[in-house]
């Protein structure tokens, strides 16, 4: 564990601030809707007090999941059916597989991530997370896990870096705000 959070902690940093400040981008791959399209929907998204972000948010996971090819879409649906199962081994089978074949498909390595996750594996989930946002760097969910998984590792300061930059993308999600307010919260009552 020791070595898992030495190497994160160096390389993290600069990958959260560095990729996600790029988050000006348009479309990343994976993404098939017109770069104008995928663009509304962020600004949609990042505005505050929407009554309407759950659909848009919505809209940008179903173009995210949108791989261009029929057998790596069917192998992230796989996936997700046994995630949903429970089956956490057979998820790992589907989605190693369209990450080897789909190695530019963003929604493959968040939900192989996901999976990792659920598994409590999470140094193999951070890592994946780093291809997900170097592919796209927009990813709040990506940065919602990043965030879970920083606290539960008692890393206060770069759980609520990660929190912050899934706020910016996403504002109106009620958990990622709990989270900053939880962590801004400890990271006072620690500096006392």
Known sequence: MKKF?????????????????????????????????????????????RQDWERIERQIERIWSSSGSDSMDL???????????????????????????????????????????????????????????????RHFGALQGLGIMFEELGETELSLRAFRKAYELNPNQPEIDSAIERLERQKGAAEL
């Open 5 to 49: 959070r030495k190497r994160f902690l160096v390389v993290l940093p600069s990958m959260l601030f560095g990729v996600v400040s790029a988050a000006t981008v348009s479309a990343q791959p994976g993404e098939f809707a017109p770069d104008s399209e995928i663009e509304r929907l962020h600004e949609q998204l990042a505005e505050p007090d």
């Open 75 to 137: 192998l992230l649906e796989r996936g997700r059916e046994a995630m949903g199962a429970g089956d956490l081994e057979t998820a790992l089978q589907y989605l190693s597989a369209l990450t080897d074949h789909a190695p530019d498909f963003a929604e493959g390595w968040n939900a192989r991530a996901t999976t990792f996750f659920m598994m409590q594996e999470y140094a193999l989930s951070i890592s994946d997370i780093e291809h997900v946002l170097s592919l796209n760097p």
